[in-house]
């Protein structure tokens, strides 16, 4: 499925300008971020009223950022009992050996 999903894609993107479809693959992942972190409050059954470390007007903008410092995420993880891995590793074929933990929470 993943190779389906790549393929497609390509064929959508593949006569757009490389800047054009990098813009568009970042502003894909900054709308599944705001979608992944109201789900997993959701998922944990927190409302935003119910987060004390967020008011709710502040929780709700956070939760539609673009892009939000580490510190911010981590809070906002921390608020809602969850934690927080961030890893670097390098781009193409790697294996576990290379990645670098860079934040844990």
């Known amino acids: 499925m993943k190779g389906f999903k790549k393929d497609g894609w390509d064929v959508l993107t593949r006569n757009l300008p490389q800047k054009r479809r990098e813009a568009i693959e970042n502003e894909a992942a900054t709308e599944i ?52 891995e961030i890893k670097a590793f390098p781009k193409g074929k790697h294996s576990k050996k290379d990645e670098a933990i860079l934040v844990k929470v």
Do not use: C, H, P, W
């Open 33 to 84: 971020l705001k979608i992944r972190l109201s789900d997993l409050r959701r998922k944990n059954n927190i409302r935003q009223t119910d987060v004390t470390s967020f008011s709710q007007s502040a929780l709700s903008k956070l939760e539609k950022r673009k892009d939000m410092k580490v510190s911010t995420l981590i809070e906002y993880m921390k608020s809602i009992g969850m934690g927080l």
